[in-house]
T-cell receptor, first 115, second 115 residues
Framework: AQTVTQSQPEMSVQEAETVTLSCTYD???????LFWYKQPPSRQMILVIR??????QNATENRFSVNFQKAAKSFSLKISDSQLGDTAMYFC????????????FGKGTKLSVKP | NAGVMQNPRHLVRRRGQEARLRCSPM?????VYWYRQLPEEGLKFMVY????????ESGMPKERFSAEFPKEGPSILRIQQVVRGDSAAYFC?????????????FGSGTRLTVV
């Protein structure tokens, strides 16, 4: 069974600085999808970025980028120029094709951006 | 275009009562997923439905929980005879396809508290 591990329960960063959140996963699949979701205090789950395992190129979305290391089964999220609005829980998630859309989530990392 | 709408936002039930959680998917989305988030945990898949069909209920507890997505109206997650352990946030997500590989749109969740 697939598992997703986020080893940093909490992190903090100063406004305008860069922070990296870690995520590792375990799977025997060769093709799959990885996601980072943000959950601010409002509790809304917001898709931040997605990565397809068969693509070598790391995904980027504005200030958010990933470092996808397929051999190491690592999928870290880098947030550049951190903003106060980035304060949230961040969840890493895994999905394998044909799983009927079943997302497997890590336990999350609580990120605090300090002014 | 309204997002995924869940109501109520908060629900308090006494032990033994029934809880009914509603989810209206985004317009044009015919696939609905329910997830549960226990305190300090990531989301866990419960059930995947299309209109009038349950496609995958592998994450649903065997007893007291049921879900439906009728031809007309919202999807309903029903919990009978609630117990304290059912206290959690319940999230609904929707997508246009059943694969979910582009990531879902989540609602803001219903926080169920059993007293």
């Amino acid at each position: 069974a697939q598992t997703v591990t986020q080893s940093q329960p909490e992190m903090s960063v100063q406004e305008a600085e860069t922070v990296t959140l870690s995520c590792t996963y375990d799977t025997s699949e060769n093709n799959y999808y990885l996601f980072w979701y943000k959950q601010p205090p409002s509790r809304q789950m917001i898709l931040v970025i997605r990565q397809e395992a068969y693509k070598q190129q790391n995904a980027t979305e504005n200030r958010f980028s990933v470092n996808f290391q397929k051999a190491a089964k690592s999928f870290s999220l880098k947030i550049s120029d951190s903003q106060l609005g980035d304060t949230a829980m961040y969840f890493c998630a895994f999905m394998k094709p044909g799983s009927q859309g079943n997302l497997i989530f890590g336990k999350g990392t609580k990120l605090s951006v300090k002014p | 275009n309204a997002g995924v709408m869940q109501n109520p936002r908060h629900l308090v039930r006494r032990r033994g009562q029934e809880a009914r959680l509603r989810c209206s998917p985004m317009k044009g989305h015919s696939h609905v997923y329910w997830y549960r988030q226990l305190p300090e945990e990531g989301l866990k898949f419960m059930v995947y439905l299309q209109k009038e069909n349950i496609i995958d209920e592998s994450g649903m507890p065997k007893e007291r929980f049921s879900a439906e997505f009728p031809k007309e109206g919202p999807s309903i997650l029903r919990i009978q005879q609630v117990v304290r352990g059912d206290s959690a946030a319940y999230f609904c997500a929707s997508s246009t396809t059943g694969t979910g590989t582009r990531g879902y749109t989540f609602g803001s969740g219903t926080r169920l508290t059993v007293v």
